[in-house]
T-cell receptor
Framework: KAGVTQTPRYLIKTRGQQVTLSCSPISGHRSVSWYQQTPGQGLQFLFEYFSETQRNKGNFPGRFSGRQFSNSRSEMNVSTLELGDSALYLC?????????????FGPGTRLTVT | KQEVTQIPAALSVPEGENLVLNCSFTDSAIYNLQWFRQDPGKGLTSLLLIQSSQREQTSGRLNASLDKSSGRSTLYIAASQPGDSATYLCAVFYTGTASKLTFGTGTRLQVTL
């Protein structure tokens, strides 16, 4: 079974621009979560989508948004990029939503904001 | 505040040695705990998932234990190999936080020849 895939793998953007990242979950998985990883803050939860609805949200500004499609694929959007948004963005999929389902992570998208 | 701590931040051991990585959490109201491995610049690979009702979980040379009352989990790696070199992260599902994993800061392991 194919794992979680993320595209693109690398991105370089300029401050003020916006960016969209994509995540395809493992086949049959219906929940997709997004995390931001930085050297200073470690891994932090952004949000989770299930059945095309945001189920849970972390403590990030409204510039960070996402959506999920009927095939469970998810996109994450960051508007008005700031230098501090430079990070590895990881998505994880699980069979279902809610506490305790084993999370499977993709390879990540490395975003650099200049 | 629900936090997860991993000590030490870095560890270097010679090949063949058995080692223990530590993970501490501040709130005993956990649902389960998951150990991951991350290679430089890569995503996370799930190693073991241990339920709050379990005491141990094993996979090959890896053994994870969980003690909710003391707020600790350990990952034991037997007969370490250079290929085990990576950052090891523990993450907790706290009860009541739905689908959000709270991650530790990780232990960077280097296994030398």
């Amino acid at each position: 079974k194919a794992g979680v895939t993320q595209t693109p793998r690398y991105l370089i953007k300029t401050r003020g621009q916006q960016v969209t990242l994509s995540c395809s979950p493992i086949s049959g998985h219906r929940s997709v979560s997004w995390y931001q990883q930085t050297p200073g803050q470690g891994l932090q939860f952004l949000f989770e989508y299930f059945s095309e609805t945001q189920r849970n949200k972390g403590n990030f500004p409204g510039r960070f948004s996402g959506r999920q499609f009927s095939n469970s694929r998810s996109e994450m959007n960051v508007s008005t990029l700031e230098l501090g948004d430079s990070a590895l963005y990881l998505c994880a999929s699980s069979l279902d939503s809610g506490v305790g389902y084993e999370q499977y992570f993709g390879p990540g998208t490395r975003l650099t904001v200049t | 505040k629900q936090e997860v701590t991993q000590i030490p931040a870095a560890l270097s051991v010679p090949e063949g040695e058995n080692l223990v990585l530590n993970c501490s959490f501040t709130d005993s109201a956990i649902y389960n705990l998951q150990w991951f491995r991350q290679d430089p610049g890569k995503g996370l690979t799930s190693l073991l998932l241990i339920q709050s009702s379990q005491r141990e979980q094993t996979s090959g040379r890896l053994n994870a234990s969980l003690d909710k009352s003391s707020g600790r989990s350990t990952l034991y790696i037997a007969a370490s190999q250079p290929g085990d070199s990576a950052t090891y992260l523990c993450a907790v599902f706290y009860t009541g936080t739905a689908s959000k994993l709270t991650f530790g800061t990780g232990t960077r392991l280097q296994v030398t020849l």
